[in-house]
C-alpha cells in the first residue's frame, strides 16, 4: 500500500482501514508492523530508511519507485494468514500500552518471560494483547496452551502438544525448528512440571519463544520476570477536572465497563470522588473493577462505594463463561488460599490486622510463638511474595511489605470462619 503512493502520506487510518478491515485494530499494531519494515529494509540496504514517518499525519514510502508492468492487485484477505488458537478480543486492552509495548519488543530476543502478579491484576489480557501483536512475526504461528483447564502435572505435555495440533505421542524434540510463540496461561499451579517443560522446550527448540503467565515465578533457567502493576488510580489532585480524571487507567477501565452495561453512563464532576474511592479500594485490579462495574445499574456509584466494607458479597457477578477460579474475584482468592499451608494461611490471617505496609518486626508482635516461631516468619512472608499475595517494597534499606485491600478484606473473611 505504501509503495503504490510512494512519495505520499498515507494515514494511519487508512492504512488499518484497508490491512485489517474486519479487525479491531489499535495504532500499536501498525507501529509494529512498519517498525518490523523498517528492520527488514535496513538488513539489505545499508541502513537507509525507507518509510518515515510524518508526526500526526501518517507513513510515506521514501526510496525510488520504478513501475516495470501493470501491478497486480493485492488482495489481503489471500495472503498467509499465520496459524494461531487466539480467541477473539471483543473489547479493547485498557492501559496496558507500555507493558504490551515492552513484551513485544523483547520476546523475540529473550525468548523467555514470565508475566507475574495477582489474580485480577490482568496477566491473561496482556499475554493475549502480546501475542495478537506478534502474529505476523512468528512463521509456525502463535498459541495459547491454558493450563487452568488441568490439574495434573502429568497432562500438561499431551495438553500442549493437542493445542499445537501435533500428533499424539509427539516428542517435543520434534519442534525443533520450529518458530512460533507459546504462551502458557495460569501455570502457577503446575510450577514444577511447566519448569521443566520450558527448559526442555527452549533447549530444543531454538527459535521458540514462551510467554508465561503465573501468579509466581517458574524459576527456570532464562526466565525473565516481569510483575503486572495495577491499573493507576488517580490522585486526590485530580478530583478538579474530569479531563485530567479520565486520564488514569482505572477510571478509563471503570468507565468503559459502566457503559457497556448502563446505555447513556456520564462521568460527572460530583461523581469523581466515589469513582476514586472504588478505584482505590479495589486495588486498581482490572477484574475487581470489571465485576464492580457491572452491578452500575443495580446499585448506582453510591451504592457501589457503600458496598466497598463488603466487596466479596458485591464481586460476585462473574464471567460465565471464565473457569470457575476466575468468574469472581473471591472464587480467585478461594484457589490461592487453599494451595497454601497451614502455616500460610494462618498468617495470612493473621497479617489482616495491618491496614498499610509493615515490617517484618511488626508481624512478628501478632503472629504468636504457638503459631510459628519467629525464624520462620521470614521464610513464609517470603513465599506469600513470591505468590503475590503480598506486595515487598525496599524503603530506605528496610523490607516492608503489604496487602492489597482485596486481599486483606479476603483474609479478615477467614479469620471470622
Request: contains cysteine; glycine residues 6%.
Amino acid at each position: 500500500m505504501l509503495v503504490e503512493r510512494a512519495g505520499s502520506v498515507v494515514s494511519k487510518d487508512e492504512i488499518i482501514a484497508q490491512v485489517w478491515p474486519r479487525s479491531v485494530v489499535e495504532e500499536i499494531n501498525l507501529r509494529v508492523h512498519i517498525a518490523a519494515l523498517r528492520r527488514a529494509f535496513r538488513d539489505g540496504q545499508d541502513g537507509r530508511c525507507f518509510i518515515v514517518n510524518i508526526p500526526q499525519r501518517g507513513y510515506s514510502f521514501v526510496a525510488p519507485v520504478q513501475q516495470v508492468s501493470e501491478p497486480t492487485p493485492i488482495s489481503f484477505e489471500s495472503l498467509h494468514k499465520p496459524q494461531h488458537n487466539l480467541p477473539a478480543r471483543l473489547t479493547p486492552v485498557t492501559g496496558r500500552d507500555a507493558v504490551v509495548g515492552g513484551l513485544v519488543r523483547q520476546l523475540p530476543v529473550r525468548r523467555f518471560m514470565t508475566l507475574v502478579g495477582p489474580c485480577g491484576i490482568g496477566k491473561t489480557t496482556v499475554a493475549l494483547r502480546v501475542a495478537e501483536l506478534l502474529l505476523q512475526h512468528y512463521r509456525d504461528g502463535v498459541w495459547l496452551v491454558d493450563l487452568a483447564i488441568i490439574d495434573d502435572p502429568a497432562q500438561v505435555v499431551d495438553h500442549l502438544t493437542r493445542t499445537l495440533e501435533l500428533d499424539v505421542g509427539t516428542h517435543l524434540e520434534a519442534l525443533g525448528q520450529w518458530h512460533a510463540l507459546v504462551v502458557l496461561d495460569n501455570c502457577e499451579h503446575l510450577l514444577e512440571r511447566c519448569r521443566t517443560l520450558v527448559e526442555t522446550l527452549l533447549a530444543s527448540a531454538p527459535r521458540l519463544s514462551i510467554l508465561v503467565t503465573s501468579r509466581e515465578p517458574l524459576l527456570a533457567t532464562g526466565e525473565t520476570l516481569l510483575p503486572l502493576p495495577p491499573l493507576v488510580v488517580p490522585p486526590a489532585s485530580a478530583l478538579c477536572s474530569i479531563d485530567e480524571f479520565m486520564g488514569y487507567s482505572a477510571v478509563q477501565l471503570f468507565v468503559s465497563c459502566a457503559r457497556a452495561r448502563q446505555q447513556g453512563f456520564a462521568l460527572r464532576e460530583q461523581d469523581l470522588q466515589a469513582v476514586r474511592e472504588i478505584c482505590r479500594r479495589l486495588d486498581g485490579l482490572p477484574l475487581a473493577i470489571e465485576l464492580a462495574a457491572a452491578q452500575i445499574d443495580a446499585l448506582a456509584l453510591v451504592g457501589l462505594q457503600a458496598q466497598l466494607d463488603n466487596c466479596f458479597q458485591l464481586l460476585t457477578q462473574g464471567r460465565r463463561t471464565a473457569v470457575p477460579r476466575h468468574q469472581t474475584l473471591k472464587a480467585a482468592l478461594d484457589w490461592s488460599y487453599e494451595r497454601l499451608s497451614p502455616a500460610e494461611q494462618t498468617v495470612l490471617q493473621c497479617l489482616a490486622v495491618f491496614k498499610s505496609a509493615f515490617t517484618l518486626d511488626a508481624a512478628k508482635g501478632v503472629v504468636s510463638c504457638a503459631t510459628l516461631l519467629p525464624a520462620s516468619l521470614t521464610r513464609v512472608l517470603e513465599s506469600l511474595a513470591l505468590k503475590s499475595l503480598l506486595s515487598q517494597e525496599q524503603i530506605n534499606g528496610v523490607t516492608r511489605y503489604r496487602l492489597l485491600n482485596t486481599t486483606r478484606g479476603y483474609a479478615l473473611e477467614k479469620q471470622k470462619m
